[in-house]
């Protein structure tokens, strides 16, 4: 039996991947931002949201003690959090800075590993936070990569389609060609390591465009050499396939889809036990707690899902309804003056905000000093110390990060998609046609094309020329709209 227990509404755009903690959920969005809940109750902990990458957030994991969390983005970095304090720890630039699509750790911390856009990778020893090894595959984009239990090996995705097996040195030991037509999406590696006859044994999932979900065994000789061998394709899903993640102790696999399910399988037998069908959107992200019997699913539909696996789990593959829910955790609701773009907020709408944020105590500060919505948003950790002389050094990092959270609440259901610039993921003002064919904000895409190789944020093909054409169409619109709010 599987129930669902818990719906978290925080973010404010696509959900792109989920972790657990033995204690915390990570979640991490478009939005910019990360967010962490206990498991406990699922009440998001004091330093949420975590706000520190310039671009929509791709990937995030836990080191294996969860005293550290990485996370990496289309701004070309992997950043190191404490998840003690919320702190960063390091940031972790990769090699070219070109867009990080994911990142894992090894199963004992040691060693970290980042994948980017133009296919490269990057092997950093953790405890040094020094680049050890990088590793490229030419003409594709790395998607997906998971370490072996034994922590000796891992293995990686691409949009090429291919699965490729690396040691700590980034020898390529072995590559599955043609995995997933039109490419992979996700790969885990099963908790178990089975040996005999010469021979070490993992089981690797993986999923990809062409809606399926596969379950091998990767398996390397005392000799060195290597190979893959397909247990199961699993066609439980009538789309691609986004995202998979097998239990702590290897029985049960999910996976979510661009069909808006989520699938639980028997991962031995390779059984469809459940369809859960609760999300609105794509299910981009799903991920198992290692301490206890839930796993998570995050989804296009700005939700991350919260579900309970029940003791004997045989389920027939049958949907489960929406009355399998038992509670629901609301989300954030936006404000009343949140109808309106916050760089349009008078000094009133600050105030209020400030009120309904807790921090009353600063109201009068704020409004002796003109702040209106579009100086709110340009205020800085410097002027609020030395033009509003806050010198609470907590109470100036609880105001900055009330204002990206709300920053990031820009992005919300009332935006059209297509007036979102697809770099920042906000509101453009003064929108430009690339060479790829798609609109971005003019100040974005100029800083894209002069630091990530000319490559298009969309396609990752080369740009044929950096010419950007106005789109006073699309301007005219986005005008349009925001008359009308």
Known sequence: MVSLICTLQDHRDDVNWCAFSPTLLATCSADKTLRIYNTRDFSEVPYSPLSGHGYGVHCCCFSACGQYLASCSTDGSTVVWSTDTGEIEA????????????????????HLVSGASDGTLGLWDFHTKTLHRTGAVNDTTMVACSFTPCGQMFVTGSTYGDLRLWDLDMNQLHAEKNTHDLGVTCCCFGPEILSGSGRVQFRLASCGQDSTLKIWTVSRSNTGSCKMQLLHTLTGQSAPVLSCAFSADGQLLVSGSVDKTATVYDASQGTLLYTLNQHERYVTACAFSPSTPLFATGSMDKTVNIWRVEDGHSGNGKSLPVETATFSCEGRKLLGHSRLLVSDWSEEDVGAWLCEEGLQALVENFKTNNIDG??????????????????????????????????AGCVCTGVPDEYLCPITRELMKDPVIAADGYSYEREAIESWIATKNRSSPMTNLPLQTTLLTPNRTLKMAIGRWRTSQ
């Not at 410097?382 to 050094?393: C, D, H, K, P, Y």
């Open 374 to 407: 579009a100086e709110l948003v340009s205020l800085t950790k410097e002027t609020l110390a030395s033009e509003l002389n806050i010198e609470s050094v907590g109470l100036r990092s609880k105001v900055l990060r009330k204002v990206e959270e709300l920053k």
């Open 91 to 110: 940031v972790l630039e990769h090699p070219g800075r070109n867009p990080v699509r994911v990142c894992a750790f090894s199963p004992d911390s040691s």
